[in-house]
T-cell receptor, first 116, second 115 residues
Framework: ETGVTQTPRHLVMGMTNKKSLKCEQH?????MYWYKQSAKKPLELMFV???????ENNSVPSRFSPECPNSSHLFLHLHTLQPEDSALYLC???????????????FGNGTRLTVT | AQSVSQHNHHVILSEAASLELGCNYS??????LFWYVQYPGQHLQLLLK??????LVKGIKGFEAEFIKSKFSFNLRKPSVQWSDTAEYFC?????????????FGTGTRLTVIP
């Protein structure tokens, strides 16, 4: 049990679809993150929320839209995606920002997204 | 820009062999360093971390890593690998400065241990 739960595990969607990824953490952490993991590339940070406030948006296209209704839940809304957006999307949480170095990330199992 | 390099993409070893996975980073300031591991079908999890003090840090399952500041390296080692160590290993670095909120990952090294 990782403490960070992501649903769905797998998602196939067309380029005109709208879908959402969900993440829930049961660790009492204050920061939540979305990462993108593509083959042969480093994990890419997409969004960071600290105490429900978005603090980081790493030049992510607007077809990805995050939502953090409370400190335990994080969503990634998807619309009009491109085939190159196919990847594993990882949610993570930490007690505080990783930047302070004292708060390692706890990852979920990820959602494998395929855009057709 | 900060980057993390893991030069070994896939390493294949027999059980009981010794392991060393390379990790180099490019950042001139003070950093915190991590190794994460992802076992098949499981989530990424922390293996070990270095913040300060003794540059040789020990993690779970007999792994250790040595921070060599002059070489900007944080190599992962294990004297004798087991089949259960088959996994993907990710090195990660975060600048130790206020307001930093990004963890920079390497591309990962896949380790296959043959029984």
């Amino acid at each position: 049990e990782t403490g960070v739960t992501q649903t769905p595990r797998h998602l196939v969607m067309g380029m005109t679809n709208k879908k959402s990824l969900k993440c829930e953490q049961h660790l009492g952490h204050n920061a939540m993150y979305w990462y993108k993991q593509s083959a042969k590339k480093p994990l890419e940070l997409m969004f960071v929320y600290n105490f429900k406030e978005q603090t980081e948006n790493n030049s992510v296209p607007s077809r990805f839209s995050p939502e953090c209704p409370n400190s335990s839940h994080l969503f990634l809304h998807l619309h009009t995606l491109q085939p190159e957006d196919s990847a594993l999307y990882l949610c993570a949480s930490s007690q505080e920002f990783t930047g302070t170095g004292n708060s390692p990330l706890h990852f979920g199992n990820g959602t494998r997204l395929t855009v057709t | 820009a900060q980057s993390v390099s893991q030069h070994n993409h896939h390493v294949i070893l027999s059980e009981a062999a010794s392991l060393e996975l390379g990790c180099n980073y490019s950042y001139g300031g003070t950093v915190n360093l991590f190794w994460y591991v992802q076992y098949p079908g499981q989530h990424l999890q922390l293996l070990l971390k270095y913040f300060s003090g003794d540059p040789l840090v020990k993690g779970i399952k007999g792994f250790e890593a040595e921070f060599i500041k002059s070489k900007f390296s944080f190599n992962l080692r294990k004297p004798s690998v087991q089949w259960s160590d088959t996994a993907e290993y990710f090195c990660a670095v975060t600048p130790r400065r206020t307001g930093a909120n990004n963890l920079f990952f390497g591309t990962g090294t896949r380790l296959t241990v043959i029984p």
